[in-house]
């Protein structure tokens, strides 16, 4: 009973919502450390983009175990990373929707050279705009800014939120439960009265998030990944990048 009684305290003082989205149903878990909630994905419809869309691309974290955190308020989550490239141009979040979110719901992304201090750079997509599906439309979110000049080796912030929803109705953020990227780490701040702080390392809990940085401007805009029914996902780049040509080939497509 007294470890019980330790374990529910534990949930109710550290409580982090994680989620994902299966193709055979959702159901709610308990997480391994007993601090966090989560369902099941199921990673095997979740591929990648196309090799072309790391043009420009300095720092990545591509890896995912399948979960994502949530992105409603008050909670903020950042991603740290070291730059090799003295320009930052635009950063990419592997973003995904669970449940019905409200519309719209803004995501903003900030670029910080430290974590309580100013943003560097700023920006915020509209969901009703930038279209964030589940499964395998999951997406690569570009948040494009104007060019910042950065110190190589030096230590920067991708900072995350959404504006709404709840744990069941929100779009999440990808991440992996294992350290592969060695250059930074996933934080979260739990609110404004709140200090940054790392993830406790085990179970799912983020070890590092699902991200890209640009020291060139990227191609390919919002781009869906690439889910397997299209014959060439440069067609789908194509379409989505230019959403008003090509009337004749998007109807043939169903785009």
Same mark, same amino acid.
């Given at each position: 009973?007294?470890?019980?009684?330790?374990?529910?305290?534990?949930?109710?003082?550290?409580? =982090?919502?994680?989620?994902?989205?299966?193709?055979?149903?959702?159901?709610? =878990?308990?997480?391994?450390?007993?601090?966090?909630? !989560?369902?099941?994905?199921? #990673?095997?419809?979740?591929?990648?983009?196309? #090799?072309?869309?790391? +043009?420009?691309?300095?720092?990545?974290?591509?890896?995912? /175990?399948?979960?994502?955190? +949530?992105? +409603?308020?008050?909670?903020?989550?950042?991603?740290?990373?070291? %730059?090799?490239?003295?320009?930052?141009?635009?950063?990419?979040?592997?973003?995904?929707?669970?449940?019905?979110?409200?519309?719209?719901?803004?995501?903003?992304?900030?670029?910080?050279?430290? $974590?309580?201090?100013?943003?560097?750079?700023?920006?915020?997509?509209?969901? !009703?705009?930038?279209?964030?599906?589940?499964?395998?439309?999951?997406?690569?979110?570009?948040?494009?800014?104007?060019?910042? #000049?950065?110190? %190589?080796? !030096?230590?920067?912030? +991708?900072? /995350?939120?959404?504006?709404?929803?709840?744990? #069941?109705?929100?779009?999440?953020?990808?991440?992996?439960?294992?350290? =592969?990227?060695?250059?930074?780490?996933?934080?979260?701040?739990?609110?404004?009265? !709140?200090?940054?702080?790392?993830?406790?390392?085990?179970?799912?809990?983020?070890?590092?998030?699902?991200?890209?940085?640009?020291? $060139?401007?990227?191609?390919?805009?919002?781009?869906?990944?690439?889910?397997?029914? $299209?014959?060439? %996902?440069?067609?789908?780049? $194509?379409?989505?990048?230019?959403?008003?040509?090509?009337?004749?080939?998007?109807?043939?497509?169903?785009?």
């Amino acid at each position: 009973m007294k470890k019980n009684m330790v374990e529910i305290l534990i949930v109710m003082l550290l409580m =982090t919502t994680v989620v994902s989205a299966t193709n055979i149903q959702v159901q709610d =878990t308990v997480r391994a450390n007993k601090s966090e909630t !989560s369902v099941s994905w199921n #990673t095997q419809s979740i591929l990648s983009q196309p #090799t072309a869309f790391d +043009i420009g691309v300095d720092q990545k974290q591509t890896e995912n /175990c399948g979960h994502g955190i +949530i992105l +409603i308020p008050p909670w903020t989550f950042a991603q740290s990373f070291t %730059p090799t490239k003295a320009t930052l141009t635009a950063v990419r979040l592997y973003l995904f929707k669970y449940g019905t979110p409200p519309d719209p719901v803004e995501i903003t992304v900030s670029i910080r050279d430290n $974590l309580t201090h100013v943003d560097l750079a700023t920006k915020t997509i509209d969901t !009703s705009v930038v279209s964030i599906g589940s499964g395998t439309k999951a997406k690569w979110v570009l948040f494009d800014f104007e060019d910042l #000049t950065v110190t %190589p080796g !030096s230590t920067y912030y +991708i900072v /995350c939120s959404g504006s709404a929803g709840d744990t #069941t109705n929100t779009y999440c953020w990808f991440y992996n439960n294992e350290n =592969t990227y060695s250059g930074g780490e996933a934080l979260v701040k739990p609110d404004e009265n !709140s200090v940054w702080t790392n993830f406790t390392h085990g179970g799912f809990n983020p070890d590092d998030f699902c991200f890209k940085t640009y020291y $060139l401007k990227p191609f390919g805009g919002s781009s869906f990944v690439n889910n397997g029914q $299209l014959a060439n %996902p440069w067609l789908d780049a $194509l379409l989505e990048r230019f959403p008003h040509a090509f009337p004749i080939l998007r109807h043939l497509m169903g785009f």
